[in-house]
């Protein structure tokens, strides 16, 4: 008998001790290779890494047939990209998993994918309605737009146990970015949410800005790429002074005109009220060197940020001597991110003297493409062997001479710098000594995960591991 939506999900059941009893549905065979053959004919291998779990209490399942019913009373078309996820969570809750993410990401390279529309995503938002077991979303870089926004407001009201929602690059514009702060008033659960990429502009900015000063639950919220204009940011930086909640912000690349830096004014203003944020990314936010002594002002007050990026902006060595300064005084910063700015030779024998002598806070330090030579690129290898503190350093898209070669490949095999915790490694060619570049980084995932291996790896993202705000990218 067929279910209409209203009607509750599949009574649970115990997964029989033999596998090989395990029923299948009829519109659904596995062949001799093990894989799973839907009614379509596609063969889906088993993929890796797209549930985060922990063990949970008992099993329920169902949400294959669950989703193919409700296609089948809307005439949606059944994805069978979407079909093979639903069938890995199946198994997942049958061996007493929770704490399921749903993984529905649309630039999955592994398979053959359809990307989820408004309509695909209703159908979703209905199947985890009321689940126990599965408490993250991940439906990035699909096509759910402001429909699907409207969904989501649904389940954000609804779904009691979703703590982690991740709607980067959706087409989501500020028509739904409104509804999706407002439903976050009354919501108590989500921890993180991901706006990336989303053009709500200052219009949606302004209705998330307005949610902190009423949602006491949300601990991290990412609006990256959103093309905030200066209202919003100055309004974010406003409510923050008194929201103490929040933990991990990220106003990456809003839409800023003029040369005044008032956004650092302010930001710098909220620093010095604020002692709950931990997390702050302000990049390309044409930072110059009297915004970061505005930030830099803040931070001699401020006794609860760990994780500072200011990378891809316009700071130089001036700006260096104000970041310096502060790190001989600052004892909470343990992660600064100065990639592509323009800090050069100078910038960087300023910040080596203070780690050298000073600061034994600082855990990593970025400097990616910075227009450093070979001198103040082995001052910072100085400094290293004399802080005991200072881990993970980053200096890939500098320019190398033989001496910082040298340098770095010293502390490599003398033990004092990991391999893990820096993105070049040495290798010798007829007695002379180079630097290659290897995939490590502070937040080398931000936009995007590998299609093999570990998705959230050390390595790759050092801020996570080093400065963990909620458990997601």
């Given at each position: ?5 209203q ?17 299948t549905?009829a ?19 088993q ?23 409700l ?34 990401a ?39 737009g ?9 389940l ?59 949602n ?30 929040i ?11 003029g ?5 650092t ?10 002692q ?17 002594k ?14 500072l990026?200011?990378s ?11 970041l310096?300064?502060?790190?001989k005084?600052?004892?909470?910063l343990?992660?600064i991110d ?19 002598s000073h600061n034994?806070?600082l855990?990593?330090?970025s ?41 770095y490949?010293?502390l490599i ?14 290798f ?12 490590n ?14 998705a ?18």
């Open positions: 008998m067929q279910r209409s939506p009607e509750a999900r599949p009574e649970s059941r115990t997964p029989p001790s033999d596998p090989s009893t395990t029923r549905p519109w659904a065979a596995a062949d001799r290779s093990g894989k799973i053959r839907n009614f379509s004919g596609h063969h889906f291998p993929l890796p890494g797209l549930l985060h779990n922990r063990e949970a209490a008992e099993p329920v399942g169902g949400l294959q047939e669950y989703y193919y019913e296609c089948m009373e809307k005439s949606q078309e059944i994805k069978p990209f979407i079909l093979h996820i639903l069938q890995e969570v199946d198994e997942e809750i049958e061996k007493g998993l929770a704490g399921i993410t749903l993984n529905v649309g630039n999955c390279h592994l398979m053959p994918v359809e990307r989820v529309t408004g309509e695909d995503f209703w159908i979703l938002c209905r199947i985890l309605k009321n689940n126990p077991y599965i408490n993250g979303l991940d439906v990035r870089y699909n096509l759910i402001d429909v699907g926004a409207s969904y989501a407001t649904e954000l009201q609804k779904q009691h146990n979703l703590i982690y929602l991740n709607l980067m690059f959706n087409d989501i514009g500020p028509e739904g970015g409104e509804l999706i702060a407002k439903a976050l008033h009354k919501n108590t659960t989500l921890k993180h949410l991901r706006m990336t990429g989303n053009k709500i502009e200052n219009k949606g900015g302004m209705f998330f800005a307005a949610m902190l000063q009423i006491s639950s949300l601990e991290k919220l990412d609006l990256g790429d959103c093309d905030l204009g200066m209202q919003s940011v100055i309004a974010f930086a406003t409510v923050l002074t008194q929201n103490q909640t933990k991990g912000l990220n106003l990456n690349r809003p839409i800023l005109y040369e005044q830096e008032e956004s004014v302010h930001l710098g203003h909220m620093l010095k009220e604020n709950c944020l931990v997390e702050l990314h302000v990049c390309k936010h044409d930072i110059k060197n009297c915004g970061m505005q930030l830099c002002d803040a931070l001699y007050l401020n006794r609860s940020l760990r994780y990026d200011v891809c902006n316009k700071i130089t060595q001036d700006g260096m001597v104000c310096a300064d502060v790190l005084k600052n004892t909470t343990e992660v100065l990639s592509f700015n323009r800090i050069e030779n100078a910038g960087a024998n300023y910040l080596s003297d203070t780690l050298a034994r806070t855990k990593a330090l400097v990616v493409s910075n227009n450093i030579e070979g001198e103040g690129l082995v001052a910072l290898s100085q400094s290293m062997k004399t802080n005991p503190t200072l881990s993970n350093i980053y200096i890939w898209g500098n320019k190398f001479d033989e001496a910082t070669c040298v340098a490949s010293e095999h003398m033990g004092r710098l990991k391999s893990d915790n820096t993105d070049v490694e040495p010798v060619v007829d007695g002379h000594v180079y630097l290659a570049e290897v995939s980084g502070l937040k080398r995932h931000y936009y995007w995960t590998p299609g093999y291996g570990e959230c790896s050390p390595s790759s993202n050092a801020g996570l591991t080093l400065v963990p705000v909620g458990q997601y990218l």
